[in-house]
């Protein structure tokens, strides 16, 4: 991990920087490096606790034309081709924030028996999730809502939601304010992305259940 020093201000004001060319050059030079040791890093102990190899992808907003990226990712799916399509997990940036997610998109196929897996398991996943960690029905946005506001009924309404409606999403994890120190202590972060890893994977076991 000698690549990997933690996140500065510097790598949130590159949400900042304005055009394409000039954002994605700032991703790529200050954020990716990171981004791919935490990849190379977590990799294997996120495949020993799915017990499914884990490959990671660094996002390389490859499509984007006009609008510069407005956060980016790594994430780690059973699949060396791509993650879109698997239930997978991200760590990434917006301008105002770490977040570290489960994740299941609107790409993913799977996404009637995921939704299922976890409404049958339901007190289970709210007992196994703690209170502080956020949910989100939208990975294009920075919003997402704590366990202990959505409250069983809220969270029971978002895994429906990702059974019946077409381009619905379920991300559970945590964010991390910018200004919060534990960004620049690489050791202390690194203790709390293994926390959050450790009930994430529980979750993501949890949701292939009967799936």
């Known amino acids: 991990m000698s690549t990997f020093t933690g996140f500065q201000q510097e790598d949130f004001d590159v949400f900042n920087i304005d055009g394409l060319d000039q954002r994605m050059e700032a991703i790529k030079g200050v954020i990716r490096p990171k981004l791919e040791a935490l990849g190379q890093h977590f990799a294997p102990a996120l495949s020993v606790a799915t017990g499914s190899e884990m490959f990671f992808h ?19 799916a059973a699949d060396k081709r791509g993650y879109k399509k698997h239930p997978h997990f991200q760590i990434g940036l917006w301008g105002t924030h770490l977040f570290v997610w489960y994740a299941v998109i609107y790409e993913a196929p799977a996404k009637g028996e995921i939704s299922h897996a976890l409404g049958e398991h339901l007190d289970e996943v709210l007992s196994l999730v ?3 960690y956020h949910w989100s029905p939208d990975h294009t946005q920075p919003q997402s809502t704590p366990q202990e506001v959505l409250g069983k009924e809220g ?13 619905a999403e379920l991300l559970c994890g945590i964010t991390i304010d910018r200004h919060d120190p534990v960004l620049t202590d690489k050791d202390a972060l690194l203790s709390r992305l293994e926390q959050t890893f ?7 076991n949890l949701s292939r259940t009967g799936a």
Request: aromatic residues 8%; positive net charge.
């Open 58 to 76: 660094v996002a390389k907003h490859a499509r984007r034309t006009v609008n510069p990226p407005v956060d980016t990712w790594v994430a780690w």
């Open 130 to 132: 703690p209170d502080e």
């Open 155 to 167: 969270v029971q309404k978002l895994v429906d939601r990702l059974g019946g409606v077409k381009k």
């Open 198 to 204: 450790s009930v994430l994977t529980k979750l993501y």
